[in-house]
């Protein structure tokens, strides 16, 4: 069975800064998707960001971008820039790569952004 | 141009009741899913479907039901309703051979 770990129930930083969000996760998969969901207080559930367990290149969107190590098996997420928008739950979630494969989620970050 | 809908948003209703949500996609996607949050934003899965046919049930109390009429559609009925069924319920759905999933708005059952 999969876990995801999100060790940091909650962060702040100032608006303009960077920061950066922790995900360790245990697999015995080889092949798989790491995901970093955002939950702003409309509770809707928005994709950040996106990364194929095959590519070494790390993904980036924008802002966001995330330090992949599979072998740490650790998916963090940096918000660089932050703005106010960004203030939401955070959630790391695991994919096996399979057909109609279920997410697997942390527990969860609270951002916040202050201004 | 919702692509994703859950009906009811919110939903009171007293211990015991038996109670439904619905969920539409309009994306032509062939999978499925109930999710739930609960009091801790924790998320877990709950049932996936794929065509019509049950492909994940995780350890649910057999009090809920989901039910699929068409690939479309895929409604969670709950019956004898408890304290800790209160959470927030979201379907998602995802497309052939696609890696996204798209939530609906979620619905937020509270049980008194």
């Known amino acids: 069975a999969q876990t995801v770990t999100q060790s940091q129930p909650e962060m702040s930083v100032q608006e303009a800064e960077t920061v950066t969000l922790s995900c360790t996760y245990d697999?015995?998969?080889?092949?798989?998707?790491l995901f970093w969901y955002k939950q702003p207080p409309s509770r809707q559930m928005i994709l950040v960001i996106r990364q194929e367990a095959y590519k070494q290149q790390n993904a980036t969107e924008n802002r966001f971008s995330v330090n992949f190590q599979k072998a740490a098996k650790s998916f963090s997420l940096k918000i660089s820039d932050s703005q106010l928008g960004d203030t939401a739950m955070y959630f790391c979630?695991?994919?096996?790569?399979?057909?109609?494969?279920?997410?697997?989620f942390g527990k969860g970050i609270t951002l916040s952004v202050r201004p | 141009d919702t692509a994703v809908s859950q009906t009811p948003k919110y939903l009171v209703t007293q211990m015991g009741n038996d109670k439904s949500i619905k969920c539409e996609q309009n994306l032509g996607h062939d999978t499925m899913y109930w999710y739930k949050q609960d009091s801790k934003k924790f998320l877990k899965i709950m049932f996936s479907y794929n065509n019509k046919e049950l492909i994940i049930n995780e350890t649910v109390p057999n009090r809920f039901s989901p039910k699929s009429p068409d690939k479309a559609h895929l409604n969670l009925h709950i019956n004898s309703l408890e304290l800790g069924d209160s959470a927030v319920y979201f379907c998602?759905?995802?497309?052939?051979?696609?890696?996204?999933?798209?939530f609906g708005p979620g619905t937020r059952l509270t049980v008194t």
């Open positions: 998602a759905s995802k497309g052939q051979g696609a890696v996204e999933q798209y």
């Open positions: 979630a695991f994919m096996k790569h399979e057909a109609n494969s279920k997410l697997t």
């Open positions: 697999t015995s998969e080889n092949n798989y998707y």
